[in-house]
């Protein structure tokens, strides 16, 4: 990777980051707010409860692309990033200007996602 775009890659993960904590404070807050009022009925408590599961959801997937991201900016610093810890090639940038957390390379990202889907 040319180290020269490192730090446009530094800065839109940092953005992300930034992004991603203000949508996990924001779901967390809400959720806080949500349980706190009780429900008028059971049908009200029902859709309080689907709200709360669907925000909860929303917020694992925000924490796990927070990892993600904290795990890249890791790399930045111990000189690693942009490398497939599988096969240990370059991951092309044109991946990464689309996913800048990314771990792996397409093709180990498909073997690793055949792998561990479920049979059916």
């Known amino acids: 990777m040319d180290t020269n775009k490192i730090p446009f890659f530094q800065a839109k993960l940092e ?4 992004g991603l904590v203000g949508d996990v404070e924001k779901i967390l807050k ?15 408590g029902a859709a309080q409860a689907y709200t709360l599961q669907l ?4 917020g694992e997937q925000d924490s796990e692309k927070l990892k993600q991201v ?3 900016l890791k790399k930045i610093k111990t000189g690693h990033y942009g490398t497939c810890p599988q096969c240990e090639n370059s991951i092309p940038e044109k991946r990464l200007e689309v996913v800048p957390y990314a771990e792996y390379c397409v093709d180990c990202l498909s073997e690793i996602e055949k792998e561990t889907a479920p049979e059916g």
């Open 15 to 18: 953005e992300i980051r930034s």
């Open 30 to 44: 809400s959720t806080q707010e949500d349980m706190s009022e009780p429900a008028a009925d059971i049908t009200d």
């Open 55 to 58: 925000m909860l959801e929303l």
């Open 70 to 72: 904290d795990s890249a």
